[in-house]
């Protein structure tokens, strides 16, 4: 079981004298993932088949960035995946890059292609034009419009990568979610809108908060799940979530101290929550994980 319990409370949702949550270890059922998929991986392999390709492209000197492309590849080194990696300065251009994504587009040994964003800021990078000009059917992260579209509409497509891992992360705890109350904080692309999509689709309730949100505390404390994907040090403070609420904090943020952190005060919503996912450790290995499985999707279509 990937749930570490501090104690042995009833996983019934709401209302419960919950006094700490049990942890959902996104690093563990990652670790499961990427496992079974090497597994899957050397079976194709087995049968003559060519290893599956993911081209990642990092521009720039983000060192967050760097850090989560250096793990992205680990990861598809450990499953047995191809990683194509270009590493380009942050003057290497927008049509310079669009001619890149369309060679990588023709090459039969690429099955998944990953842009790292941000793009650098103050140079002519177009994000949005970058994104609709991978091939949707290798589009491992899910942001090309076709795509987005689809999740839009209740299609089946590639998923964005960290709200698949917070929806895989979601059915760990075992709740019928039907009809429960869901509260994003955060309305990014990449995991805010998409995450509100797919919750909706699984017939939560969803309310979308963000910065402008007049009362915050009030929206997350009616909430049964919280999903914190603002960017902010411990917005969410601990004493707004509702006793029992699952709690999954996508953030990761550097504090006054230099410590890592979330963007939800963890030791306070864990004394209140049933489930809460921590800092690091939490949906950050889940997002590789289902990058990795999105790339091996492509590969088998
Ligand atoms: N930057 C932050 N998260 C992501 C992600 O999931 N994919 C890409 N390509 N860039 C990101």
């Known amino acids: 079981m990937l749930l570490q319990s501090s104690h042995s409370s009833p996983s019934a949702l709401m209302d419960l004298p919950v006094t700490s949550a049990r942890l959902l270890d ?76 369309a060679q990588l587009n023709a090459d039969p040994s690429v099955h998944g292609i990953l842009v790292q964003l941000p793009l650098p800021k103050g140079c002519d990078y177009d994000e949005n034009e970058i994104l609709a000009a991978i091939d949707p059917n290798k589009d491992a992260d899910g942001f090309h419009p076709f795509n987005q579209g689809a999740l839009m509409q209740g299609r089946k497509a590639p998923v964005p990568c960290t709200p698949k891992g917070i929806m895989r992360l979601l059915d760990e705890c075992g709740l019928q979610l039907k009809g429960l109350h869901a509260v994003v904080v955060g ?33 997350v404390g009616r909430a049964d799940i919280v999903v914190a994907a603002v960017g902010v040090p411990e917005l969410v403070r601990g004493a707004w979530i509702k006793k029992g609420a699952v709690v999954l904090d996508v953030g990761i943020n550097r504090n006054t101290e230099g410590k890592l952190v979330g963007d939800v005060e963890f030791h306070a919503a864990a004394a209140r929550a049933s489930w809460i996912t921590p800092v690091p450790g939490g949906v950050g290995p889940m997002t590789i994980a289902m990058l990795l499985q999105n790339t091996f999707e492509a590969y088998n279509r």
Request: net charge positive; hydrophobic share 40%.
């Open 26 to 101: 996104g690093k563990a059922l990652a670790e499961q993932i990427l496992t079974t998929l090497q597994r899957e991986v050397a079976e194709k392999m087995a049968t003559g088949l060519p290893a599956p390709g993911l081209a990642t492209i990092l521009v720039g000197h983000d060192p967050a960035s760097h850090i989560y492309v250096r793990n992205k590849r680990r990861a598809c080194e450990k499953v047995g995946m191809t990683n194509i990696h270009h590493e380009l300065d942050k003057a290497y251009g927008q049509t310079a890059l669009l001619r890149l994504i």
């Open 187 to 219: 309305r990014s692309n990449i995991v805010g809108k998409p995450v509100a999509l797919l919750l909706l689709e699984r017939h939560l309730t969803v309310t979308i908060c963000h910065s402008r949100t007049r009362d915050l505390a009030a929206e």
